[in-house]
T-cell receptor
């Protein structure tokens, strides 16, 4: 266990559905991230939250909507997704979000859009 | 643009056959290099952080080294349980942004 828990582990959703991914960290970190991992591609950063404020949004389509209600919880709200959005979605946390801090990852949510 | 390139893309070793994985980067003013291990369908697991050229870190059969242009992950006498994808990452040079990852090296160790 890394101290970062993601639910659900697997999700199948239709293109018209609305669903949410949840991430919780028990490490006392103050920065949290969403990454997308597709086959044969590097991890892609989607969003960064530091002290519950969004500090980076890497041109992610609006059908992905993050929410960080407190420093321990992070959500990714999904609506009207496309099949190409099928991927492993990873949450991570770190102590601070500067360059010298390692990130710890959750186990991921395997998302399939049908 | 920051670049992190890992090679080889895939590596197949016999149990006990030592080898090295490479991570080269083009980011200027390196401020840390991170190695992760990822098992299929799971999140990356943090292994090492290296901060300066010449630095080395070890964990069991793994040893990570760093030069000014690249890092190596040496695997000594690997076992089948070392099979995984190994990811390398560096912080982006564009401000205090998080890690830029390479595509990884998929290692298979055959008994």
């Amino acid at each position: 266990e890394t101290g970062v828990t993601q639910t659900p582990r697997h999700l199948v959703m239709g293109m018209t559905n609305k669903k949410s991914l949840k991430c919780e960290q028990h490490l006392g970190h103050n920065a949290m991230y969403w990454y997308k991992q597709s086959a044969k591609k590097p991890l892609e950063l989607m969003f960064v939250y530091s002290l519950e404020e969004r500090v980076e949004n890497n041109s992610v389509p609006s059908r992905f909507s993050p929410e960080c209600p407190n420093s321990s919880h992070l959500f990714l709200h999904l609506h009207t997704l496309q099949p190409e959005d099928s991927a492993l979605y990873l949450c991570a946390s770190s102590q601070g979000w500067g360059y010298n801090t390692e990130a710890f990852f959750g186990q991921g949510t395997r998302l399939t859009v049908v | 643009e920051d670049q992190v390139t890992q090679s080889p893309e895939a590596l197949r070793l016999q149990e006990g056959e030592s080898s090295s994985l490479n991570c080269s980067y083009t980011v200027s003013g390196l401020r840390g290099l991170f190695w992760y291990r990822q098992d299929p369908g799971k999140g990356p697991e943090f292994l090492f952080t290296l901060y300066s050229a010449g630095e080395e870190k070890e964990k069991e059969r793994l040893k990570a080294t760093l030069t000014k242009k690249e890092s190596f992950l040496h695997i000594t006498a690997p076992k089948p349980e070392d099979s995984a994808t190994y990811l390398c990452a560096v912080p982006s040079h564009s401000g205090n942004t998080p890690l830029v990852f390479g595509k990884g090296t998929r290692l298979s160790v055959i008994a």
